[in-house]
């Protein structure tokens, strides 16, 4: 028996009729991002910012609908409040994910922080293509290793990575209220990848990105983590500098490659956060040299020592080189990333040793500073 398709899930919503323009909420476009997966399905109800505090039931209505649909395993509907363009602000949009409700815009604050969760961690880099998301997993997986409950959410909605770097497939289950993690290798991992097809574009507006990252943090039972680490999309736009400007980051670290071109983004990126009042733990030097697998010759592809010199030059710590061999490419390809399928190699080790110093710089950061008392 063929299972459900998207025109049948498509026909249940428009039984749906949006209360406010008085046609269905298909004819009305309220509807976007529409998935099916494995007889998951996950979509968007976008409505005006004006509508958004009272449009909860319109996004129940279309959740039930497509649950009627004979087939269908789980449904995730995400509402979206958005502002015209051209419109000054006529309130907060609210999102909501199977039933639990809270303002998008604000449930999470440098004050309130992520509850359950005492660290987070931002991995970033000024420009795409170098090896960011790569070094983020295996940082992850490093600083479990060090004995620490570590998470990993994945910041990137237009080109999700951790799926494919953790080979993770399935749907995320819920408890009715939140989104329970998936784990791999001891890790508790979220991302808009789960959700959705890898093969489906995500043609979102900045306030719905927004709202689905801000639900990826509030929506997912992470506690209790001590650290939880944050592939950062690439860049310096409006979703980089909301996450630095809303989340209570505990400090940011910033991959590059020696080349000059990726050195100039990263400064960027590094002027990003110290405009924003985020700590910057320091850079490091992701593809930093090949040795030949044949000889053991070193070789300098981008160049060498580039972020180690940056660093020094904007006052920040240099945290370590990560060399570009095979192996880290072959195992992250694999969903099998090398820290912890490979933890005695000596790419590992390089992993290890960086994953070392960012919690040394952790364990500083958070330390008080020390009581003056006169006598």
């Not at 009729?17 to 997966?37: C, F, H, K, M, W």
């Not at 969903?335 to 500083?364: D, N, Q, Y």
């Amino acid at each position: 028996m063929a299972g459900p398709n998207e025109d049948q899930i498509t026909q249940a919503l428009k039984r749906v009729r949006d209360p406010a323009s008085g046609q269905n909420v298909v004819e009305a476009g309220l509807i976007s991002g529409l998935t099916l997966r494995n007889n998951h399905v996950s979509f968007t109800v976008e409505v005006p910012a004006a509508r958004g505090p009272a449009s909860e039931p319109l996004r129940k209505a279309c959740e039930e609908a497509v649950n009627g649909v004979p087939g269908i395993l789980s449904v995730t509907a995400v509402l979206t409040a958005h502002r015209e363009r051209n419109t000054p602000p006529q309130g907060q949009g609210h999102g909501h994910k199977h039933g639990h409700g809270h303002d998008a815009n604000a449930p999470v604050t440098r004050e309130t922080g992520v509850p359950g969760v005492r660290s987070i961690i931002a991995v970033a880099s000024g420009k795409g293509g170098v090896g960011k998301s790569t070094v983020a997993v295996n940082l992850a997986l490093a600083l479990s290793a060090l004995g620490n409950k570590v998470g990993l959410l994945d910041a990137d909605i237009y080109g999700p990575s951790v799926p494919r770097l953790l080979d993770i497939r399935e749907k995320p289950e819920t408890d009715g209220k939140k989104l329970k993690p998936i784990e791999r290798f001891g890790l508790k991992a979220m991302s808009i990848g789960f959700l959705v097809d890898q093969d489906t574009p995500m043609i979102w507006r900045g306030p719905m990105v927004m709202s689905a990252l801000t639900q990826m943090l509030t929506d997912v039972a992470w506690a209790p983590l001590d650290i939880l680490v944050v592939d950062m999309p690439p860049g310096t736009g409006d979703a980089q500098l909301t996450l630095a400007q809303r989340v209570p980051l505990a400090g940011a670290v910033i991959v590059s490659t020696p080349q000059d071109l990726a050195l100039i983004d990263a400064r960027k990126g590094l002027a990003m956060f110290r405009k924003t009042e985020v700590p910057v733990l320091g850079i490091i030097e992701n593809m930093s040299l090949f040795i030949c697998p044949t000889c053991g010759t070193e070789h300098h592809i981008f160049g060498h020592g580039g972020a180690r010199a940056t660093a020094a030059e904007l006052d920040c710590e240099f945290l370590g080189e990560i060399p570009l061999l095979p192996a880290i490419r072959e195992t992250s390809d694999a969903g099998m990333p090398i820290v912890a399928t490979r933890p005695h190699s000596p790419e590992a080790h390089a992993f290890l040793t960086l994953a070392k110093r960012v919690a040394a710089k952790l364990e500083t950061s958070a330390r008080p500073a020390p009581k003056i008392v006169i006598e």
